[in-house]
């Protein structure tokens, strides 16, 4: 079958696939695999051969770079010791863990044959974690750390394949290991950071969408393939500069190269994750074609690869407990127990596992078995775990980011923007300024942060808010007036260039009030519990929306203790001042625990919400 047509059908079979699993709410990791498991036993299909060097060189630097660089390397150096704990350690204990299983349950495989397929299996996949991990809703900073571990495991696990490759071939010391070791993490650090200031150093002089989008494509390789050439680290060298050209983007690139790059990206990233996990299941057929040949019982085999997805997982949840339990004992900083079941059940494998395998020479003894035990784990951790993951974060009663503080950070944080934008505007204006054009700029500078304040705590029973209606009315003029264009465009009026010129700034506009109504649309739907919109419960209907504070200047317990809060909240039952959860003392919550008066409000300036503790409910 012709090379463009298996492209083609790949490329179908993902977009109609993720689209229905969208459609009925399912992972699309989870039934890609599936289908592609199903497509592979269909008589006359062609056997897609999944090429190490197609996967390691061709994909997975882009699959990480784009993952990169929408990762927050403020996070990123928070959570430094448990994604070194998970990504170092974990992986050279899993490597350990498994290669003895292995060794253990499959007589006559060589020692280093074993710990490479340790190695292969060991580090769990950037793709499938966080693919998975996002649609769960855990806590951000467990999120950080599941992201930065899959970003970064790759790297010692490559070390640790080599170095048993190495092993296979002749021998290998315990200096050469740690020689290795270094020069990849050191070799690919030192030139993730030089191609990340090459690459800066360039786009500081890019103003067009479409060179800059160009130079993001490249960005990838020209970390990765320098670091393979100097024996370090390519995956690691990666991961630097997409989390360098990340931070940095808000004052290398134009907005519209933002725009763009996030856009290509975000499409890019779509098809070559989702390619994947059908690839990882179309594998199934040709590896059990393989394991044919072995003179072993099919029970012996399922057994062998059912021990080293037991090891797998097993291995993780003792080295997370452990390592957590001994932090806890040397009093360093760590997560309760609950948390580390979590991430402990975390440790998805993907693509990289599969085609890693294919590393091991195929003269090695039962190299067959060791690619359908390395299918095995990818898939098994896909499906088990990826499909008890959610259920395990509710049992544990874990939940995601709370929805009502997030839009009233997002609502604070616009609205100092804005007052930082009216300021630098007072200072740079001048008496030549027109008047109007002055007010028209205080106006779209008040617009922004006036929208997300009408979203906070507005029920359905009130009255259109003013931003709603402006985007309402609007679109229906943008409308009309593409009508208007398209007609001139069928009498033959105009010339072709100035046609596209006026319908793209038409198609500009109408982008951006299409990103106010789906941000309008998603706090909306994370302010609503049960169908019931915010605002809409009886502690907020029967509650009052004043009350004569106790202590005006202050929070009451931080006044009386000598400590600092950031912001303040007032009972309405009794006037009790406290402050917020952002605060240290949270001694608004404390008040609710201790008296269970339902209802308070913020008295910051400007602010005039209300929060119901017992229903979660902003009004």
């Avoid at 074609?289 to 037991?310: K, L, N, T, W, Y």
């Avoid at 997030?406 to 609205?415: E, F, K, N």
Wanted: aromatic share 6%; net charge negative; with cysteine.
């Amino acid at each position: 079958m012709h090379v463009a047509l298996v492209l083609l059908g790949l490329v179908a079979v993902v977009g109609f696939v993720a689209a229905g699993a969208r459609r009925v709410g399912m992972s699309e990791p989870l039934l890609l695999v599936l289908v592609g498991v199903a497509l592979s036993f269909i008589p006359g299909l062609p056997t897609i051969e999944l090429k190490p060097d197609i996967v390691l060189i061709g994909l997975l630097p882009p699959l990480l770079y784009a993952a990169a660089i929408r990762t927050s390397l403020v996070d990123f150096r928070t959570n430094k010791r448990p994604i070194v704990l998970l990504s170092v350690g974990l992986v050279a204990f899993s490597t350990l863990a498994v290669g003895a299983v292995t060794y253990w349950t499959l007589a006559g495989l060589p020692l280093a044959a074993a710990f490479a397929l340790g190695a292969v299996i060991a580090p769990p996949d950037a793709v499938a974690a966080t693919t998975v991990v996002k649609r769960v809703g855990i806590p951000r900073r467990m999120e950080s750390i599941l992201e930065g571990e899959s970003l970064l495991n790759d790297a010692t696990a490559l070390v640790a394949l080599n170095t048993a490759l190495a092993a296979l071939a002749g021998s290998v010391s315990t200096v050469h290991v740690g020689l290795d070791f270094v020069r990849a993490a050191g070799g690919g650090v030192a030139i993730g950071l030089a191609a990340a200031l090459v690459l800066a150093a360039v786009r500081r002089h890019i103003t067009d969408p479409v060179l800059d989008t160009t130079l993001s494509f490249a960005a990838p390789w020209v970390a990765f393939l320098p670091a393979e050439e100097a024996k370090a680290s390519g995956v690691l060298a990666v991961v630097v500069t997409g989390l360098i050209l990340g931070h940095k983007s808000p004052v290398l690139q134009t907005a519209a190269s933002r725009i763009a790059e996030n856009t290509n990206w975000r499409t890019v990233q779509f098809l070559l994750e989702n390619v994947v996990f059908l690839l990882i299941g179309l594998q199934l057929r040709a590896l059990l074609d393989d394991v044919q040949g072995e003179r072993m019982p099919s029970a012996q085999i399922v057994g062998i690869c059912a021990a080293v997805f037991g090891a797998t997982v097993l291995s993780r949840v003792l080295w997370v407990f452990a390592s957590s339990g001994v932090l806890r004992l040397l009093h360093a900083p760590t997560w309760p127990p609950r948390i580390s079941a979590v991430v402990s059940w975390a440790g998805m494998r993907g693509v990289v596992t599969l085609a890693a395998v294919f590393l091991i020479p195929a003269g090695t003894p039962h190299v067959a078995i060791l690619r359908l035990a390395a299918f095995t784990v990818v898939a098994g951790t896909l499906l088990v775990q990826g499909l008890t993951l959610p259920w395990l974060v509710r049992r544990l009663g874990l939940t995601g980011p709370d929805a009502a503080e997030d839009a009233l950070q997002a609502a604070g944080l616009v609205t100092n923007a804005a007052r930082a934008g009216l300021a630098a505007l007072e200072e740079i204006r001048s008496d030549d300024d027109p008047p109007e054009v002055i007010d028209e700029l205080r106006q779209r500078a008040e617009r922004r942060p006036n929208r997300i304040w009408e979203q906070l705590g507005r029920a359905h029973t009130e009255l259109e808010p003013p931003g709603a209606a402006y985007r309402r009315l609007r679109m229906q003029m943008l409308a009309a007036e593409r009508s208007s264009i398209l007609e001139a465009r069928d009498e033959g009026k105009y010339d072709d260039a100035v046609l596209r010129s006026a319908l793209s700034a038409i198609d500009l506009e109408e982008s951006l009030l299409d990103r106010i109504e789906d941000a309008s649309t998603r706090v909306e739907e994370e302010l609503t519990t049960d169908s019931v919109r915010a605002g809409d419960c009886k502690h907020l209907r029967d509650s009052p929306r004043v009350a004569v504070a106790r202590t005006p200047d202050g929070c009451e317990e931080c006044l009386r203790d000598g400590t600092r809060w950031v912001h303040l909240r007032l009972c309405l039952a009794c006037g009790h001042v406290g402050c917020c959860d952002s605060s240290v003392g949270k001694h608004a919550t404390g008040h609710f625990h201790e008296t269970d008066h339902p209802v308070m409000r913020s008295i910051e300036p400007g602010e005039a919400w209300r929060w119901c503790f017992p229903d979660q409910l902003l009004g």
